[in-house]
């Protein structure tokens, strides 16, 4: 091993704390942690020179690629101008025109207003206390509450949290958070009483971190019209789903629905800075007008950091000058064959879920039976593609294959080679 690979495992089995991580097991003598250092396209490598295919996007951020380089000059220019201003009392030119550019997606006089944030978590948090406080303003002082569906996930502050229905996370937090009523269905929903809800969320056509799951066609108009009819807001989470990553630049172009609030985060800056906006509408930025107690007292202190928008303006640029969802199409093609070769011939797949750039492969035992938990079969999987070259994360044991969409039909054919040997 190299001596700066001893130095930097060393460092962070002394000091560092990983996120969703059982750190007992992360700093056991035996268990060495990949050090990544570097990236080109879908690939990285570690600090031992060894190369790796990014299967899910370096945690579902990447879009055109690592070590871009229109990404990395976007960056340069804007460093070299300026790295940080505050967006507390000033504006600045690249926080405008990415602005204009996202409305820009939206049919005119739908979502046109814009708040940045820092990422996929407080891109919620600012569409929640917004919410609230849009029914505050608008006199409707009982709708407190929240609808989120059983097993969805919408990032870990407080807020956020509170609408996670995935209990293994949430639950011990629970009483902390604010109150909400979780459903598995349109049917569930309709037998609420909805005088006290301020917004239903959901991540429209997939749910992400419960083993990728797509909901039925059709399931996100309805919800458009549940929340019409009861006069509440929809808020649609495409922290995941957004920037090409089904197939269109959102998801929720795919049942033409237009959300009250729209989160973004993860790919808006093609997986460069970590960057968030929460998209609304002019009815609710109009309630928000008027005397200065209405403001939306809320802000983080990188908000709207130029070099976060530069980088999501030239993100945003690489769709149009490289093509990126026309070529989409075989490429979402040629997974969906992928899938299918693995699902006829690998007797422990027991389902592969797809939703355009988007799978899951969930094992099971021969007998279609669970594997007992502790067993880790997903995790053991991942380990083992990782010496074959894969890298990606397992949600229990359904393996994730979410690549960078500039990734070519025989980079893709690599990565399943090497899942393939290892199931
Ligand atoms: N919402 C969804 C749908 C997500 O998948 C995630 C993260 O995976 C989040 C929100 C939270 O985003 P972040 O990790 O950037 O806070």
């Known amino acids: 091993m190299r001596e700066d690979t001893r130095r930097w495992m060393a460092a962070d089995k002394r000091h560092c704390w990983h996120p969703f991580t059982p750190q007992g097991a992360w700093t056991d003598g035996g268990h060495d ?46 460093a070299e101008q300026v790295a940080h201003t505050s967006y507390l009392g000033f504006a600045n030119p690249r926080a405008s025109e990415l602005a204009e550019k996202l409305v820009s997606f939206f049919p005119e006089q739908t979502l046109e ?98 083993e990728m799951r797509p909901w039925p066609c059709g399931m996100l108009k309805a919800l458009r019209d549940y929340c019409d009819k009861a006069g509440v807001h929809l808020i649609l989470d495409e922290v995941m789903t957004g920037f090409g990553r089904t197939g269109t630049m959102f998801a ?32 609710v930025y109009e309630a928000f007008l008027g005397d200065a107690e209405n403001a939306f007292y809320y802000g983080h202190s990188y908000t709207a950091n130029p070099l976060g928008c530069a980088v999501a303006l030239a993100n945003l640029g690489l769709f149009e000058s490289e093509n990126t969802l026309e070529k989409l199409k075989s490429k979402i093609e040629a997974l969906s064959a992928l899938l299918d070769a693995l699902e006829g011939e690998k007797s422990r797949v027991h389902e592969v879920r797809q939703c355009g750039f988007i799978a899951g492969i969930e094992l099971r035992q021969a007998d279609g039976l669970s594997f007992p938990e502790d067993n880790k079969v997903g995790a053991a999987v991942c380990a083992e593609a990782r010496q074959h070259g894969l890298l990606t994360r397992p949600i229990r044991d359904t393996v994730v294959i979410m690549p960078p969409l500039c990734t070519e039909p025989d980079e893709l054919e690599a990565a399943f080679g090497a899942l393939g040997k290892v199931l």
Request: glycine share 10%; net charge negative; aromatic share 10%.
């Open 33 to 78: 942690p990949l050090v990544l250092v570097r990236g080109q396209g879908c690939w990285l490598w570690d600090s031992e020179g060894r190369k790796y295919f990014d299967g899910n996007s370096s945690i579902w951020t990447n879009i055109h690629g690592h070590n871009h380089p229109v990404l990395n000059e976007a960056l340069r220019k804007q």
């Open 252 to 283: 929720c172009e795919q049942e033409s629905v237009v959300p009250d609030f729209l989160c973004l985060a993860k790919g808006l800056t093609g997986g460069y800075m970590p960057m968030a906006a929460t998209l609304t509408t002019r009815e």
């Open 113 to 210: 207003r814009v708040f940045y944030s820092d990422n996929g978590s407080t891109a919620v948090e600012v569409a929640m206390k917004m919410s609230l406080q849009y029914w505050m303003q608008c006199g409707s002082m009982k709708r407190t509450r929240f609808v989120a569906f059983n097993n969805g996930y919408h990032g870990d502050t407080m807020g956020a949290a509170s609408l996670g229905g995935v209990s293994r996370f949430f639950e011990r937090f629970r009483q902390f958070g604010v109150e909400v009523d979780f459903v598995s269905s349109i049917e569930d929903l309709e037998a609420l009483d909805p005088e006290h809800t301020a917004a239903v969320i959901i991540e429209p056509l997939i749910q992400g971190v419960n």
